[in-house]
């Protein structure tokens, strides 16, 4: 497990929801205070709230894609296409992992079997992410 991962499970373990634990878990790379992603991700947990979403843990992994993909250029944004790909390859390879990315569906709210945990997606979020940091 790296340390990315291993700081992820961590902050879910304070309390952070999905969203928040992984993103957290990069602030030193996006630049990003710990407070101001902890706040922009409160309301990512659950499922985007309610558990219709997609999982926190994929878009707080999302978020962090955006802060370190982004070119930033107010007038002329010209990065949105790098960074949606390497999202796209994000949620696609949660998705092959995991059968799901919608938080209901992983929780087996409606089917009664459970896909993954919060605990596991979290785990699997941030791992992918580092890959894909690793490559891109």
Avoid: W
């Amino acid at each position: 497990m790296s340390i990315k991962t291993q700081k992820a499970e961590e902050n879910h373990q304070k309390g952070y929801n999905c969203a928040q634990a992984v993103a957290c878990a990069f602030c030193e790379e996006c630049g990003i205070s710990e407070e101001i992603m902890f706040r922009m991700m409160e309301g990512h947990g659950l499922g985007m709230g309610c558990m219709e979403g997609t999982c926190g843990a994929i878009t707080g992994a999302v978020a962090v894609i955006g802060a370190l993909k982004s070119a930033a250029n107010l007038e002329k944004p010209t990065s949105k296409g790098a960074t949606y790909k390497l999202a796209a390859e994000l949620v696609e390879r949660f998705q092959e992992k995991n059968k799901a990315t919608i938080c209901k569906d992983l929780k087996g709210v409606e089917t009664g079997k459970v896909l993954r945990a919060c605990p596991g997606c979290i785990e699997d979020a941030a791992a992918i992410l580092e890959e894909i940091l690793k490559e891109n």
